[in-house]
Nanobody
Framework: QVQLVESGGGLVQAGGSLRLSCAASGRTFSSSAMGWFRQAPGKEREFVAAITWNGRSTGYADSVKGRFTISRDNAKNTVYLQMNSLKPEDTAVYYC???????????????????WGQGTQVTVSS
């Protein structure tokens, strides 16, 4: 399995921006679909964004469409989540996930992914 390490979280005011990174180890990253999920205290883990192995297709939760952008750099074994116009309700631990797949469509369910990072905290103050 690929090992995933997230970074880039922190405290930001509402309306601000953050860019999360997820670095993957191993040689399977370029053949893996990737996703970002988040989990707020007392809530279930929820889908945020996903991208196919080649970056040609992406998907977003309705709550983040137009504000967040997922991208990947296969040469650097890294997937990113650019988060703009942040809101207090975006506060959560953000997780990166991977699944070996050449699917042309992104995945969006927690159960679709087999490898997970440890998460990075994002806190948005009002």
């Amino acid at each position: 399995q690929v090992q995933l390490v997230e970074s880039g979280g922190g405290l930001v005011q509402a309306g601000g921006s953050l860019r999360l990174s997820c670095a993957a180890s191993g040689r399977t990253f370029s053949s893996s679909a990737m996703g970002w999920f988040r989990q707020a205290p007392g809530k279930e883990r929820e889908f945020v964004a996903a991208i196919t192995w080649n970056g040609r297709s992406t998907g977003y939760a309705d709550s983040v469409k137009g504000r967040f952008t997922i991208s990947r750099d296969n040469a650097k074994n890294t997937v990113y989540l650019q988060m703009n116009s942040l809101k207090p309700e975006d506060t959560a631990v953000y997780y990166c996930a991977a699944r070996r797949s050449y699917s042309s469509e992104p995945y969006s369910a927690v159960g679709d992914f087999g490898s997970w990072g440890q998460g990075t905290q994002v806190t948005v103050s009002s």
